[in-house]
């Protein structure tokens, strides 16, 4: 994990003005395409997938005193990250026959990639 994707992920929060309901993630890829577009505003999802070696991060969301702003990664300025945009290998996903253990949201990118 480089150092940058480092830092950002000890200041990866929850949004203090959001709901659990308006904390979504969201993972979308088309037919030709060779990688997936997953949006995140759950905390644990981001800090997982910036940890995440394919992980391409494309933008992030910000706390900004009149809300939040998108910008780019290298843009955050020491900034609370409350949401975050990354492209994945469409090839990193998979629907799995059983179920995980365990429901947590963070789990859909697996804890392998915060020991590496």
């Known amino acids: 994990m480089s ?3 480092a830092e950002l992920r000890g200041l990866v929060r ?3 003005s959001l709901t659990p309901q308006e904390k979504e993630t ?8 060779e990688h997936a577009t997953v949006y995140t505003a759950e905390a644990g999802l981001a800090r997982r997938l910036l940890a995440h070696p394919d992980a391409d991060v494309r933008d992030v969301n910000v706390l900004e005193d009149d809300g939040t702003r998108t910008v780019a990664p290298g ?10 945009r990354a492209n994945v290998p469409v090839g990193a996903l998979k629907v799995r026959v059983s179920a995980r253990s365990t ?7 697996s ?6």
């Open 111 to 116: 804890e392998e990639v915060l020991t590496e």
């Open 26 to 33: 969201t993972i979308r890829f088309a037919k030709d395409e």
């Open 14 to 16: 929850e949004d203090p």
């Open 3 to 5: 150092t940058a994707s």
């Open 75 to 84: 843009e955050v300025l020491g900034r609370d990250i409350v949401g975050l």
């Open 103 to 109: 429901t947590g949201h963070a789990e859909v990118v």
